[in-house]
Protein backbone atom coordinates (compact mmCIF):
# COMPACT_ATOMS: atom_id res chain seq x y z
CA UNK A 1 0.00 0.00 0.00
CA UNK A 2 3.21 2.12 0.47
CA UNK A 3 2.73 5.55 -2.07
CA UNK A 4 -0.79 5.57 -2.13
CA UNK A 5 -0.96 8.66 -1.12
CA UNK A 6 2.49 10.38 -0.85
CA UNK A 7 3.56 10.36 -3.64
CA UNK A 8 1.33 12.40 -5.64
CA UNK A 9 0.87 16.08 -5.10
CA UNK A 10 -2.69 17.88 -5.00
CA UNK A 11 -4.23 18.53 -7.75
CA UNK A 12 -3.83 21.90 -8.43
CA UNK A 13 -7.46 22.78 -8.64
CA UNK A 14 -10.40 20.46 -7.43
CA UNK A 15 -12.25 17.92 -9.26
CA UNK A 16 -14.71 15.60 -8.52
CA UNK A 17 -14.96 12.34 -10.10
CA UNK A 18 -17.99 10.36 -11.39
CA UNK A 19 -18.05 6.62 -12.09
CA UNK A 20 -21.28 5.31 -13.61
CA UNK A 21 -21.96 2.07 -13.70
CA UNK A 22 -23.38 -0.43 -16.76
CA UNK A 23 -27.06 0.36 -15.78
CA UNK A 24 -26.51 3.93 -15.48
CA UNK A 25 -25.21 3.37 -19.44
CA UNK A 26 -27.08 0.26 -20.33
CA UNK A 27 -28.72 2.07 -24.16
CA UNK A 28 -28.69 5.49 -25.26
CA UNK A 29 -31.41 6.87 -22.97
CA UNK A 30 -29.23 6.44 -19.64
CA UNK A 31 -26.05 7.70 -21.73
CA UNK A 32 -28.19 10.87 -22.47
CA UNK A 33 -29.28 10.88 -18.75
CA UNK A 34 -25.37 10.35 -18.28
CA UNK A 35 -24.28 13.30 -20.43
CA UNK A 36 -26.94 15.64 -18.01
CA UNK A 37 -25.39 15.19 -15.33
CA UNK A 38 -21.43 15.28 -16.23
CA UNK A 39 -22.88 18.89 -17.74
CA UNK A 40 -24.37 19.90 -14.67
CA UNK A 41 -20.77 18.96 -13.01
CA UNK A 42 -18.72 20.85 -15.32
CA UNK A 43 -18.10 23.80 -12.81
CA UNK A 44 -16.64 21.26 -10.15
CA UNK A 45 -14.27 19.63 -12.86
CA UNK A 46 -15.55 16.03 -13.94
CA UNK A 47 -13.46 12.41 -14.17
CA UNK A 48 -15.46 10.63 -16.00
CA UNK A 49 -15.46 6.43 -15.45
CA UNK A 50 -17.81 4.08 -17.02
CA UNK A 51 -18.31 0.46 -16.56
CA UNK A 52 -19.61 -1.63 -19.55
CA UNK A 53 -22.80 -1.67 -21.16
CA UNK A 54 -25.20 -3.55 -18.54
CA UNK A 55 -24.15 -7.30 -19.12
CA UNK A 56 -21.65 -6.99 -21.65
CA UNK A 57 -18.93 -8.30 -19.19
CA UNK A 58 -21.17 -11.72 -18.53
CA UNK A 59 -21.06 -11.91 -22.49
CA UNK A 60 -17.93 -11.44 -23.14
CA UNK A 61 -16.75 -14.22 -20.52
CA UNK A 62 -19.39 -16.38 -22.55
CA UNK A 63 -17.22 -15.36 -25.59
CA UNK A 64 -14.01 -16.68 -23.99
CA UNK A 65 -15.62 -19.96 -22.47
CA UNK A 66 -16.95 -20.85 -25.74
CA UNK A 67 -13.85 -19.79 -27.47
CA UNK A 68 -11.56 -22.42 -25.59
CA UNK A 69 -14.22 -24.79 -25.93
CA UNK A 70 -14.15 -24.15 -29.98
CA UNK A 71 -17.23 -23.38 -30.24
CA UNK A 72 -17.26 -20.90 -32.91
CA UNK A 73 -20.50 -20.45 -33.60
CA UNK A 74 -21.72 -19.39 -30.60
CA UNK A 75 -18.71 -16.70 -30.49
CA UNK A 76 -19.85 -15.43 -33.86
CA UNK A 77 -23.58 -14.82 -32.44
CA UNK A 78 -22.89 -13.26 -29.23
CA UNK A 79 -19.90 -10.84 -30.88
CA UNK A 80 -22.56 -10.19 -34.14
CA UNK A 81 -25.35 -9.22 -31.09
CA UNK A 82 -22.97 -7.10 -28.87
CA UNK A 83 -21.93 -5.08 -32.28
CA UNK A 84 -25.54 -5.09 -33.14
CA UNK A 85 -26.25 -3.48 -29.39
CA UNK A 86 -23.04 -1.01 -29.76
CA UNK A 87 -23.67 0.24 -32.68
CA UNK A 88 -27.50 0.79 -32.20
CA UNK A 89 -26.61 2.92 -28.97
CA UNK A 90 -24.05 5.03 -31.37
CA UNK A 91 -26.11 5.67 -34.44
CA UNK A 92 -29.00 6.74 -31.60
CA UNK A 93 -26.39 9.36 -29.74
CA UNK A 94 -24.55 10.90 -32.56
CA UNK A 95 -25.36 11.46 -36.09
CA UNK A 96 -23.10 12.61 -39.17
CA UNK A 97 -19.45 12.43 -39.43
CA UNK A 98 -19.05 12.18 -35.83
CA UNK A 99 -21.20 8.38 -36.08
CA UNK A 100 -18.91 7.85 -39.09
CA UNK A 101 -15.81 7.97 -36.96
CA UNK A 102 -16.77 6.44 -34.28
CA UNK A 103 -18.58 3.49 -36.29
CA UNK A 104 -14.80 3.08 -37.33
CA UNK A 105 -13.81 2.87 -33.99
CA UNK A 106 -16.31 0.74 -33.15
CA UNK A 107 -15.16 -1.41 -35.84
CA UNK A 108 -11.41 -1.60 -34.75
CA UNK A 109 -12.49 -2.51 -30.80
CA UNK A 110 -14.51 -5.65 -32.12
CA UNK A 111 -11.88 -6.85 -34.58
CA UNK A 112 -9.25 -6.88 -31.86
CA UNK A 113 -12.40 -8.89 -29.80
CA UNK A 114 -12.25 -11.43 -32.93
CA UNK A 115 -8.44 -11.18 -32.57
CA UNK A 116 -8.42 -12.24 -29.33
CA UNK A 117 -11.03 -14.67 -29.25
CA UNK A 118 -9.62 -16.61 -31.80
CA UNK A 119 -6.33 -16.48 -30.07
CA UNK A 120 -8.52 -18.47 -26.79
CA UNK A 121 -9.45 -21.06 -29.42
CA UNK A 122 -6.34 -21.78 -30.85
CA UNK A 123 -4.89 -22.11 -27.25
CA UNK A 124 -7.99 -24.16 -26.54
CA UNK A 125 -7.86 -22.73 -22.78
CA UNK A 126 -9.15 -19.04 -21.23
CA UNK A 127 -5.43 -18.09 -19.83
CA UNK A 128 -6.15 -15.11 -16.85
CA UNK A 129 -4.00 -12.73 -19.06
CA UNK A 130 -6.50 -13.71 -22.09
CA UNK A 131 -10.02 -13.35 -20.18
CA UNK A 132 -8.51 -10.00 -19.15
CA UNK A 133 -7.52 -8.67 -22.71
CA UNK A 134 -11.06 -10.23 -23.89
CA UNK A 135 -13.19 -8.18 -21.05
CA UNK A 136 -11.53 -5.15 -20.91
CA UNK A 137 -12.97 -4.40 -24.23
CA UNK A 138 -16.26 -3.84 -22.37
CA UNK A 139 -15.29 -0.29 -21.10
CA UNK A 140 -13.28 0.52 -23.85
CA UNK A 141 -16.69 0.45 -26.21
CA UNK A 142 -18.67 2.16 -23.64
CA UNK A 143 -15.73 4.93 -22.27
CA UNK A 144 -15.75 5.51 -26.13
CA UNK A 145 -19.93 6.20 -26.55
CA UNK A 146 -19.87 8.15 -23.58
CA UNK A 147 -17.59 10.32 -24.97
CA UNK A 148 -19.04 10.83 -27.97
CA UNK A 149 -22.06 11.60 -26.71
CA UNK A 150 -20.54 14.10 -24.27
CA UNK A 151 -19.07 15.63 -27.50
CA UNK A 152 -22.51 15.96 -29.06
CA UNK A 153 -23.92 17.57 -26.21
CA UNK A 154 -21.08 20.36 -26.18
CA UNK A 155 -19.07 18.61 -23.61
CA UNK A 156 -15.09 18.96 -24.56
CA UNK A 157 -14.34 15.11 -23.55
CA UNK A 158 -11.04 13.62 -23.77
CA UNK A 159 -11.31 9.91 -24.06
CA UNK A 160 -8.12 8.25 -21.76
CA UNK A 161 -7.01 5.08 -22.17
CA UNK A 162 -6.99 3.12 -18.27
CA UNK A 163 -4.62 1.13 -19.03
CA UNK A 164 -2.03 4.25 -19.27
CA UNK A 165 -2.76 5.38 -15.86
CA UNK A 166 -3.97 2.62 -13.92
CA UNK A 167 -0.55 0.36 -13.84
CA UNK A 168 -1.15 -2.66 -11.34
CA UNK A 169 0.52 -5.85 -10.92
CA UNK A 170 0.49 -9.10 -13.07
CA UNK A 171 -2.17 -11.01 -11.15
CA UNK A 172 -4.59 -11.04 -13.83
CA UNK A 173 -7.94 -11.40 -13.12
CA UNK A 174 -7.77 -9.39 -9.73
CA UNK A 175 -4.85 -6.89 -10.15
CA UNK A 176 -3.72 -4.79 -7.84
CA UNK A 177 -2.81 -1.08 -8.49
CA UNK A 178 1.21 -0.71 -8.34
CA UNK A 179 0.42 3.45 -6.56
CA UNK A 180 3.20 5.22 -7.00
CA UNK A 181 3.44 4.51 -10.87
CA UNK A 182 -0.37 4.89 -11.16
CA UNK A 183 -0.64 8.34 -9.34
CA UNK A 184 2.01 9.75 -10.93
CA UNK A 185 0.49 8.64 -14.53
CA UNK A 186 -3.11 9.74 -13.43
CA UNK A 187 -1.35 13.33 -12.34
CA UNK A 188 0.60 13.43 -16.04
CA UNK A 189 -1.98 12.48 -17.79
CA UNK A 190 -5.50 13.80 -16.58
CA UNK A 191 -4.35 16.90 -14.82
CA UNK A 192 -3.69 18.51 -18.20
CA UNK A 193 -6.54 18.05 -19.23
CA UNK A 194 -8.50 18.91 -16.74
CA UNK A 195 -6.06 22.18 -16.69
CA UNK A 196 -7.31 22.88 -19.93
CA UNK A 197 -10.64 22.73 -19.35
CA UNK A 198 -11.58 19.77 -20.55
CA UNK A 199 -13.31 16.59 -19.37
CA UNK A 200 -11.38 12.99 -19.14
CA UNK A 201 -13.55 9.77 -19.82
CA UNK A 202 -11.97 6.29 -19.30
CA UNK A 203 -12.86 3.05 -18.87
CA UNK A 204 -12.89 1.40 -15.02
CA UNK A 205 -11.99 -2.07 -14.33
CA UNK A 206 -9.23 -1.87 -16.77
CA UNK A 207 -5.13 -1.60 -16.24
CA UNK A 208 -1.88 -2.90 -17.29
CA UNK A 209 1.33 -3.78 -16.46
CA UNK A 210 4.41 -1.86 -16.62
CA UNK A 211 4.94 -3.78 -19.85
CA UNK A 212 1.50 -2.73 -21.64
CA UNK A 213 -0.20 -5.72 -20.59
CA UNK A 214 -3.93 -5.35 -20.14
CA UNK A 215 -5.32 -6.53 -16.61
CA UNK A 216 -8.54 -5.69 -14.70
CA UNK A 217 -9.44 -5.14 -10.96
CA UNK A 218 -11.67 -7.84 -10.49
CA UNK A 219 -15.47 -7.82 -11.53
CA UNK A 220 -17.44 -5.18 -10.18
CA UNK A 221 -14.29 -3.05 -10.82
CA UNK A 222 -14.80 0.01 -12.01
CA UNK A 223 -16.06 1.40 -8.18
CA UNK A 224 -12.58 0.44 -7.40
CA UNK A 225 -10.88 2.18 -10.87
CA UNK A 226 -13.15 5.45 -9.65
CA UNK A 227 -11.30 5.53 -5.99
CA UNK A 228 -8.06 4.99 -7.67
CA UNK A 229 -8.82 7.88 -9.68
CA UNK A 230 -10.04 9.84 -6.97
CA UNK A 231 -7.29 9.01 -4.64
CA UNK A 232 -4.69 9.88 -7.36
CA UNK A 233 -5.90 13.11 -7.82
CA UNK A 234 -7.14 14.19 -4.24
CA UNK A 235 -10.38 14.81 -5.83
CA UNK A 236 -13.14 16.52 -3.80
CA UNK A 237 -15.36 13.42 -3.62
CA UNK A 238 -15.88 10.47 -5.48
CA UNK A 239 -19.40 9.54 -7.29
CA UNK A 240 -20.38 6.35 -7.30
CA UNK A 241 -23.88 6.28 -9.82
CA UNK A 242 -25.53 3.70 -9.89
CA UNK A 243 -29.16 1.96 -9.46
CA UNK A 244 -30.11 2.47 -6.27
CA UNK A 245 -30.72 5.16 -4.11
CA UNK A 246 -27.68 5.07 -2.19
CA UNK A 247 -25.96 2.22 0.29
CA UNK A 248 -29.29 0.60 1.37
CA UNK A 249 -29.95 -1.21 5.03
CA UNK A 250 -30.10 -4.74 2.57
CA UNK A 251 -29.96 -5.70 -0.94
CA UNK A 252 -33.33 -3.84 -2.36
CA UNK A 253 -34.19 -7.02 -4.72
CA UNK A 254 -34.15 -9.08 -1.27
CA UNK A 255 -36.06 -6.69 0.73
CA UNK A 256 -38.17 -4.80 -0.76
CA UNK A 257 -38.71 -2.58 2.37
CA UNK A 258 -35.00 -1.48 2.50
CA UNK A 259 -34.24 1.87 3.28
CA UNK A 260 -31.09 4.45 2.21
CA UNK A 261 -28.18 4.74 4.71
CA UNK A 262 -27.45 8.92 4.49
CA UNK A 263 -23.91 8.10 6.03
CA UNK A 264 -21.96 5.85 6.50
CA UNK A 265 -17.87 5.22 7.88
CA UNK A 266 -15.43 4.12 5.52
CA UNK A 267 -14.69 1.13 7.53
CA UNK A 268 -18.57 0.45 7.97
CA UNK A 269 -19.49 0.72 3.85
CA UNK A 270 -15.93 -1.11 3.13
CA UNK A 271 -16.79 -4.45 5.80
CA UNK A 272 -20.28 -4.18 3.89
CA UNK A 273 -19.03 -4.31 0.55
CA UNK A 274 -16.45 -7.05 2.44
CA UNK A 275 -19.18 -9.00 3.21
CA UNK A 276 -20.74 -9.60 0.20
CA UNK A 277 -23.08 -6.22 -0.62
CA UNK A 278 -22.62 -5.59 -4.28
CA UNK A 279 -23.17 -1.86 -4.39
CA UNK A 280 -19.57 -1.45 -3.70
CA UNK A 281 -16.65 -3.52 -4.48
CA UNK A 282 -14.71 -4.45 -1.62
CA UNK A 283 -11.50 -2.44 -2.63
CA UNK A 284 -13.06 0.62 -3.16
CA UNK A 285 -13.15 2.19 -0.11
CA UNK A 286 -9.47 1.49 0.73
CA UNK A 287 -8.00 4.47 -2.11
CA UNK A 288 -10.45 6.64 -0.62
CA UNK A 289 -9.76 6.36 3.13
CA UNK A 290 -6.22 6.61 2.55
CA UNK A 291 -6.40 9.81 1.15
CA UNK A 292 -9.76 10.83 2.97
CA UNK A 293 -12.06 11.14 -0.06
CA UNK A 294 -15.86 11.35 0.37
CA UNK A 295 -17.67 8.65 -1.43
CA UNK A 296 -20.80 9.30 -2.68
CA UNK A 297 -22.98 6.45 -3.73
CA UNK A 298 -26.30 7.88 -6.30
CA UNK A 299 -28.81 6.97 -8.29
CA UNK A 300 -28.37 7.96 -11.73
CA UNK A 301 -32.19 7.51 -12.28
CA UNK A 302 -33.33 9.23 -8.97
CA UNK A 303 -30.65 12.12 -9.13
CA UNK A 304 -32.60 13.91 -6.85
CA UNK A 305 -32.05 11.70 -4.24
CA UNK A 306 -29.29 12.83 -1.42
CA UNK A 307 -28.01 9.36 -2.02
CA UNK A 308 -25.70 8.03 0.81
CA UNK A 309 -22.50 10.23 1.99
CA UNK A 310 -19.14 7.85 3.22
CA UNK A 311 -16.94 9.19 4.82
CA UNK A 312 -13.81 9.32 7.85
CA UNK A 313 -15.45 9.30 11.01
CA UNK A 314 -19.87 8.94 11.55
CA UNK A 315 -20.99 6.97 14.95
CA UNK A 316 -24.44 7.80 14.90
CA UNK A 317 -25.14 10.58 13.10
CA UNK A 318 -25.58 8.62 9.97
CA UNK A 319 -28.43 6.45 12.11
CA UNK A 320 -31.91 5.95 10.51
CA UNK A 321 -33.74 5.69 13.24
CA UNK A 322 -34.14 5.93 17.22
CA UNK A 323 -36.32 3.80 20.18
CA UNK A 324 -35.78 0.31 18.51
CA UNK A 325 -32.77 -1.09 16.01
CA UNK A 326 -30.32 -0.56 19.54
CA UNK A 327 -30.87 3.36 18.77
CA UNK A 328 -29.32 2.67 15.07
CA UNK A 329 -26.58 1.05 16.01
CA UNK A 330 -27.07 -1.53 12.59
CA UNK A 331 -26.71 -0.25 9.67
CA UNK A 332 -27.53 -2.89 7.22
CA UNK A 333 -27.78 -6.46 6.73
CA UNK A 334 -25.94 -8.63 4.05
CA UNK A 335 -24.63 -11.96 3.08
CA UNK A 336 -21.62 -13.38 1.31
CA UNK A 337 -22.52 -16.10 -0.01
CA UNK A 338 -20.03 -19.22 -1.80
CA UNK A 339 -18.21 -19.58 1.78
CA UNK A 340 -16.87 -23.06 3.09
CA UNK A 341 -16.33 -23.89 6.72
CA UNK A 342 -13.07 -25.81 7.21
CA UNK A 343 -11.95 -27.93 10.15
CA UNK A 344 -8.93 -28.53 11.35
CA UNK A 345 -8.55 -31.09 13.47
CA UNK A 346 -4.32 -31.66 15.11
CA UNK A 347 -3.74 -35.26 14.74
CA UNK A 348 -2.27 -35.44 18.01
CA UNK A 349 -2.64 -32.04 19.98
CA UNK A 350 -3.26 -28.36 19.44
CA UNK A 351 0.58 -26.39 18.98
CA UNK A 352 1.29 -22.99 17.93
CA UNK A 353 3.30 -25.28 15.10
CA UNK A 354 0.01 -26.10 13.18
CA UNK A 355 -1.00 -22.53 13.38
CA UNK A 356 1.72 -21.29 12.11
CA UNK A 357 2.05 -24.25 9.32
CA UNK A 358 -1.93 -23.64 8.32
CA UNK A 359 -1.01 -20.21 7.45
CA UNK A 360 1.86 -21.18 5.71
CA UNK A 361 0.09 -24.24 3.83
CA UNK A 362 -2.45 -21.81 3.09
CA UNK A 363 -0.52 -18.58 1.27
CA UNK A 364 1.57 -20.95 -0.46
CA UNK A 365 -1.61 -21.79 -2.31
CA UNK A 366 -2.74 -17.98 -2.76
CA UNK A 367 -5.89 -19.20 -0.34
CA UNK A 368 -7.01 -16.57 1.65
CA UNK A 369 -8.50 -16.76 4.55
CA UNK A 370 -12.21 -15.19 5.50
CA UNK A 371 -12.45 -15.63 8.89
CA UNK A 372 -10.81 -18.01 11.85
CA UNK A 373 -11.83 -19.26 14.86
CA UNK A 374 -9.90 -21.55 17.15
CA UNK A 375 -10.50 -23.33 20.61
CA UNK A 376 -8.27 -25.67 22.68
CA UNK A 377 -9.08 -28.78 20.25
CA UNK A 378 -9.10 -27.47 16.42
CA UNK A 379 -9.87 -24.88 14.12
CA UNK A 380 -11.85 -23.64 11.87
CA UNK A 381 -11.52 -21.41 9.17
CA UNK A 382 -13.87 -19.44 6.83
CA UNK A 383 -13.19 -19.51 2.84
CA UNK A 384 -14.87 -18.32 -0.13
CA UNK A 385 -13.27 -21.02 -2.79
CA UNK A 386 -12.38 -25.02 -1.77
CA UNK A 387 -10.46 -25.32 -4.95
CA UNK A 388 -7.00 -25.57 -3.02
CA UNK A 389 -8.49 -27.67 -0.23
CA UNK A 390 -7.59 -31.19 -1.11
CA UNK A 391 -3.60 -30.23 -1.99
CA UNK A 392 -3.71 -28.25 1.16
CA UNK A 393 -5.18 -31.46 3.43
CA UNK A 394 -2.58 -33.26 1.69
CA UNK A 395 -0.04 -31.15 2.82
CA UNK A 396 -1.13 -31.00 6.22
CA UNK A 397 -1.66 -34.79 6.23
CA UNK A 398 0.19 -35.95 9.37
CA UNK A 399 0.12 -33.22 11.46
CA UNK A 400 -4.01 -32.63 10.99
CA UNK A 401 -7.33 -33.73 9.45
CA UNK A 402 -8.80 -31.37 6.91
CA UNK A 403 -12.76 -31.64 6.60
CA UNK A 404 -14.52 -28.75 4.87
CA UNK A 405 -18.40 -28.38 3.75
CA UNK A 406 -19.53 -25.83 1.22
CA UNK A 407 -22.76 -24.09 0.47
CA UNK A 408 -22.21 -21.99 3.45
CA UNK A 409 -23.05 -18.60 3.53
CA UNK A 410 -21.71 -15.61 5.85
CA UNK A 411 -25.04 -13.20 7.17
CA UNK A 412 -23.48 -10.13 8.55
CA UNK A 413 -24.91 -7.12 10.67
CA UNK A 414 -22.99 -4.15 9.95
CA UNK A 415 -22.70 -0.41 12.07
CA UNK A 416 -20.17 1.23 14.00
CA UNK A 417 -19.57 -0.12 17.50
CA UNK A 418 -21.96 -3.20 17.34
CA UNK A 419 -19.47 -5.57 19.27
CA UNK A 420 -20.02 -2.74 21.97
CA UNK A 421 -24.09 -3.64 22.24
CA UNK A 422 -24.48 -7.27 23.19
CA UNK A 423 -28.06 -6.67 22.75
CA UNK A 424 -27.60 -6.81 19.20
CA UNK A 425 -26.44 -10.52 19.31
CA UNK A 426 -29.50 -10.71 21.32
CA UNK A 427 -32.29 -9.59 18.82
CA UNK A 428 -30.42 -11.03 16.32
CA UNK A 429 -31.02 -14.95 17.84
CA UNK A 430 -34.47 -14.40 18.36
CA UNK A 431 -34.63 -13.59 14.65
CA UNK A 432 -32.68 -16.58 13.21
CA UNK A 433 -32.34 -18.32 15.81
CA UNK A 434 -34.66 -21.43 14.48
CA UNK A 435 -32.13 -21.49 11.70
CA UNK A 436 -29.19 -23.74 11.84
CA UNK A 437 -26.45 -21.24 12.81
CA UNK A 438 -23.26 -23.13 12.29
CA UNK A 439 -20.81 -20.77 13.56
CA UNK A 440 -20.86 -16.65 14.98
CA UNK A 441 -18.14 -14.30 14.32
CA UNK A 442 -18.35 -11.48 16.86
CA UNK A 443 -15.31 -9.80 18.26
CA UNK A 444 -12.99 -9.78 15.44
CA UNK A 445 -14.23 -6.31 14.42
CA UNK A 446 -16.10 -3.75 15.95
CA UNK A 447 -18.39 -3.56 13.19
CA UNK A 448 -19.64 -6.66 12.28
CA UNK A 449 -21.15 -9.86 13.78
CA UNK A 450 -21.70 -12.50 11.39
CA UNK A 451 -23.70 -15.72 11.40
CA UNK A 452 -22.95 -18.85 9.04
CA UNK A 453 -25.71 -20.75 7.40
CA UNK A 454 -26.49 -22.88 4.87
CA UNK A 455 -26.88 -20.75 1.83
CA UNK A 456 -30.40 -22.13 0.85
CA UNK A 457 -31.35 -20.19 4.18
CA UNK A 458 -29.48 -17.27 3.37
CA UNK A 459 -32.03 -15.05 2.18
CA UNK A 460 -34.34 -16.29 4.61
CA UNK A 461 -31.96 -14.96 7.39
CA UNK A 462 -30.91 -11.54 5.55
CA UNK A 463 -34.84 -11.20 5.28
CA UNK A 464 -35.81 -11.94 9.30
CA UNK A 465 -32.81 -9.71 10.55
CA UNK A 466 -34.02 -6.85 7.98
CA UNK A 467 -37.65 -7.04 9.10
CA UNK A 468 -35.99 -7.07 13.16
CA UNK A 469 -33.59 -4.19 12.62
CA UNK A 470 -35.65 -2.20 10.26
CA UNK A 471 -39.24 -2.90 10.77
CA UNK A 472 -42.38 -1.50 8.93
CA UNK A 473 -43.83 1.09 9.14
CA UNK A 474 -40.37 3.10 10.06
CA UNK A 475 -40.70 5.29 13.07
CA UNK A 476 -40.10 8.74 12.04
CA UNK A 477 -36.72 9.50 10.68
CA UNK A 478 -34.64 10.78 14.03
CA UNK A 479 -31.27 12.03 11.56
CA UNK A 480 -31.28 12.57 8.24
CA UNK A 481 -27.84 13.90 8.61
CA UNK A 482 -28.33 17.77 8.14
CA UNK A 483 -24.54 18.06 6.42
CA UNK A 484 -26.02 15.45 3.74
CA UNK A 485 -28.75 17.61 2.95
CA UNK A 486 -26.86 21.05 3.15
CA UNK A 487 -24.21 19.83 0.81
CA UNK A 488 -27.17 18.25 -1.07
CA UNK A 489 -28.94 21.91 -1.93
CA UNK A 490 -25.42 23.87 -1.46
CA UNK A 491 -23.65 22.38 -4.64
CA UNK A 492 -27.02 21.35 -6.15
CA UNK A 493 -25.30 19.47 -8.82
CA UNK A 494 -27.39 16.20 -9.16
CA UNK A 495 -30.77 17.96 -8.26
P1 LIG B 1 -23.42 -0.93 -11.06
O1 LIG B 1 -23.71 -1.62 -12.35
O2 LIG B 1 -23.91 0.49 -11.02
O3 LIG B 1 -22.00 -1.08 -10.62
P2 LIG B 1 -24.18 -3.06 -9.28
O4 LIG B 1 -25.21 -3.99 -9.84
O5 LIG B 1 -22.79 -3.53 -9.27
O6 LIG B 1 -24.34 -1.65 -9.99
O7 LIG B 1 -24.58 -2.67 -7.77
C1 LIG B 1 -25.86 -2.15 -7.50
C2 LIG B 1 -26.72 -3.27 -6.95
O8 LIG B 1 -26.20 -3.69 -5.69
C3 LIG B 1 -28.14 -2.85 -6.60
O9 LIG B 1 -28.98 -2.92 -7.73
C4 LIG B 1 -28.53 -3.84 -5.52
O10 LIG B 1 -29.30 -4.91 -6.01
C5 LIG B 1 -27.20 -4.41 -5.04
N1 LIG B 1 -27.02 -4.28 -3.58
C6 LIG B 1 -26.63 -5.28 -2.75
N2 LIG B 1 -26.58 -4.86 -1.49
C7 LIG B 1 -26.94 -3.56 -1.48
C8 LIG B 1 -27.07 -2.57 -0.47
N3 LIG B 1 -26.83 -2.83 0.83
N4 LIG B 1 -27.44 -1.33 -0.84
C9 LIG B 1 -27.68 -1.04 -2.13
N5 LIG B 1 -27.60 -1.94 -3.13
C10 LIG B 1 -27.23 -3.19 -2.83
N1 LIG C 1 -17.82 -4.34 -16.27
C1 LIG C 1 -17.14 -4.94 -15.14
C2 LIG C 1 -17.98 -6.05 -14.54
O1 LIG C 1 -19.12 -6.24 -14.95
C3 LIG C 1 -16.73 -3.96 -14.11
C4 LIG C 1 -17.86 -3.16 -13.46
O2 LIG C 1 -18.95 -3.11 -14.01
O3 LIG C 1 -17.62 -2.58 -12.40
O4 LIG C 1 -17.50 -6.74 -13.69
MG1 LIG D 1 -20.93 -2.59 -9.59
Known amino acids: MNGLCESSEPAEQECVVMKFGGTSVQDASSIRGVCQLVKKALPRRPVVVVSALARVTDQLLNVGLASAEGRLDLVAEILHLLRQRHEAVARDLVAGDEYGCLYEELAAEFKALEAAANGIATEKALRPVSQDRLLGAGESLSSRLVEASLRSVGVDAALVDARTCVITDAAHTRATPLWDDTNGRLQAVLVPLLESG ?51 TADPTLCPDARRVPRMSFDEAAELAYFGAKVLHPATLVPAMRCNVPVWVLNSRNPDCAGTEIVAHCEN ?15 AVTAKRGVAIVDIEPVRWFAPELLREVFDVFERHQHSLELLSASRGSLALLVSSV ?24 VCLVGEQIRRHPEVAGQAFRAIGDIDVRMI ?35 EPLVETISSHAMCQAEGAWG
Not at 223 to 236: K, M, N, Q, R, T
Not at 317 to 331: E, H, L, T
Open 441 to 475: CQGASERNISFLVDESRAVEAVQRLHRSFFPVPAP
Open 387 to 410: TALPAIAEELKGMANVRWENHKAL
Open 317 to 331: DGRINSGWNNDGQVK
Open 198 to 248: RVPVMGGFVGATRDGIPTTLGRGGSDFSASIVGAGLHAERIEIWTDVDGVM
